[in-house]
């Protein structure tokens, strides 16, 4: 059976039900004590406390700029880049004048054939080696023995 | 029921008011207590339940619209957490030493007599029989005298349930206890309506 929509709260009364509702009171000093813990306990400023302190610190923030730009001295005076490194780096020593260089055998200027000569003899015995290469083939058919053919 | 808390005292108490808060407490604190009691049948338990029904309520007091009675809300958390526990099957630990005197169910504290003792005994035990939603729908109607309507909005389920959840505990609970007096007669055969 299913109890519709239309009955009112009345109908379900009744008073052998209703005295669950009897009993189950706090003792006063249960209650107290329940009282002040709970109405103690600071959760719920919680939030509203933190927002105050992000307002504070945005303010000050917001203060700490203002007076920087306020307080910052009138017209920057140019610093060139050569300035600033001097200041960084401090004076640079002077340089000592080139040593002169010691005394050795003087040679005369090669004349451009010279140099030819000298690069064709180092160029000399890499063509040899590859002329020996392409030549090796012919040398080995020529040394294989020859077939005799019996007839 | 008691007097319903003004909902300027909740929004004085959202703003952090001191004093509102800990009239809001005040002012409330039974009920909550007593429903908490009702459902765990224990006072550390409900304790346990009236702090955190409280820690949730106060700590979400800026979003609250004003929509009904402020108590129905207190009601609805601390519900929804016994239900959580019941639902968890959460075992209740042994009663603490010190708390051994004040354990004492609902019914032992209003019982007339030995027969009246046995009577509540056995109704108490027939609703904690019930199902969660069912019984939480029997103790915030019978005990706390809340309205189907409200008792729908705690419990988040339409009246229309509701009721049928009460009148089915109804008959459950009645058959349940006669049943469990007859077993357990004192000074005699247990009669037909006993009960009452």
Known sequence: MTFTNEATDADLRDPVLERLGEGADPSPLRRQALVDRIAHVPAAEAPRRRVGVWWVAAALAAAAVVAGVVLWPGEPEP???????????????????????????EQSPSPMSDVLAAVWKDLGDPLAIVAQTIDLPRVLIDDEPEVIEEN | MTEALPWDTVRLAARGDPAARRDLVEQTIDEVWRLA??????????????QETYARALAALDGLKPNGRFEGYLARIATNLVLERWRKKRPTGPVPAHLADEQAEPWQQVARDEDDRRRLSALWQA?????????????????????????????DAPAGTVKTWLHRSRNQIRRRAESLLAEQPAGGVARSGDLT
């Open chain 1, 79 to 105: 610093i060139s880049p050569t300035a600033l490194l001097g200041d960084l780096l401090g004076p640079l020593p002077t340089l000592a004048a080139p040593a002169p260089a010691p005394p050795g055998p």
């Open chain 2, 37 to 50: 009691m009702r459902l765990t049948r224990r006072s550390d338990e409900a304790d346990m339940v009236t």
């Open chain 2, 127 to 155: 609703v904690g029989e019930l199902d969660p939603k069912p019984r939480a729908a029997v103790l915030l109607f019978y005990a706390q005298g809340e309205s189907c309507e409200a008792i729908g909005r705690i419990l």
